[in-house]
């Protein structure tokens, strides 16, 4: 069934809003489309730090969100975000693969989505990322909250927490395997989401699997601002090692 599509505008540029899964989902369109039309899929948070998206779009990628939010990168969030991204690429024309933007929690997604489906992910693009729900939102940095969705989407409690391998954290050496590239952007300082418990673990992992990777780390930044001023390192890495 063809998608209901509404057409607005972003930050100058066409938006294209519609449906998969009774979930909020669009597609930006640049004004002239790159060769064999890339698009990188912001998986949370969209518009917020955009450095590096609105430097793709105003290259010629498409820029996507779908929104699976609250759900913490869990199987029944990564079958939904498979639904969409099929629905990009027939509905869209769009390359198969994609450059997945995991910020903050959306790291949760980006990364079981690739473990999942690493044959339709190009890259990943990691930015202060949470990798290991024990971290957050169950950690110091989390809140109540989302800490008790968080555990009930994943049918857990804080007894059962201390054994779960299901983060993020533990696919890292998949990823290396598997050569899908991986960069982190993400402030030293953090006390929200540690780097020292998701990212510099993650790198750590994939680097001495023999992985892809290379990580940005902004001693004295915090969990914000995420992403970077000058957005040409991040856009460079990907640009040098996408393989679409």
Not at 107 to 134: C, K, M, Q, S, W
Not at 153 to 178: M, V, W
Request: with cysteine; proline share 5%.
């Amino acid at each position: 069934m063809a998608l209901q599509k509404k057409y607005s505008e972003y930050k100058g540029f066409s938006k294209i809003e519609f449906e998969v899964n009774n979930r909020n989902s669009y597609i930006v369109c640049p004004k002239h489309s790159a060769d064999g039309n890339p698009w990188a899929w912001r998986c949370e948070f969209f518009g917020a730090f955009d450095s590096v998206d609105m430097a793709l779009l105003n290259a010629g990628w498409h820029l996507a969100y779908h929104q699976v939010s609250d759900m913490y990168g869990c199987p029944d969030a990564v079958k939904s975000m498979r639904d969409f991204q099929k629905a990009v690429y027939t509905e869209f024309g769009l390359v198969e693969k994609t450059v997945l933007f995991g910020f903050s929690r959306g790291g949760l997604y980006a990364v079981n989505y690739a473990a999942e489906y690493p044959e339709e992910t190009a890259l990943i693009y990691l930015d202060a990322p949470v990798l290991d729900i024990r971290s957050w939102p169950c950690g110091a940095g989390g809140d109540e909250k989302c800490a008790d969705e968080c555990l009930k989407i994943y049918n857990l409690t804080r007894e059962t927490l201390a054994d779960f391998k299901g983060s993020p954290i533990e696919q890292a050496e998949r990823i290396a395997k598997l050569k899908i590239p991986v960069i982190i952007v993400a402030g030293g300082s953090d006390t929200v989401v540690p780097y020292s418990e998701n990212g510099e673990i993650f790198a750590r992992r994939m680097s001495e699997a023999g992985g892809i990777i290379h990580t940005i780390v902004k001693p004295d930044c915090g969990h914000h601002p995420h992403s970077l001023e000058n957005p040409k390192p991040v856009v460079d890495f990907i640009i040098n090692n996408i393989k679409l």
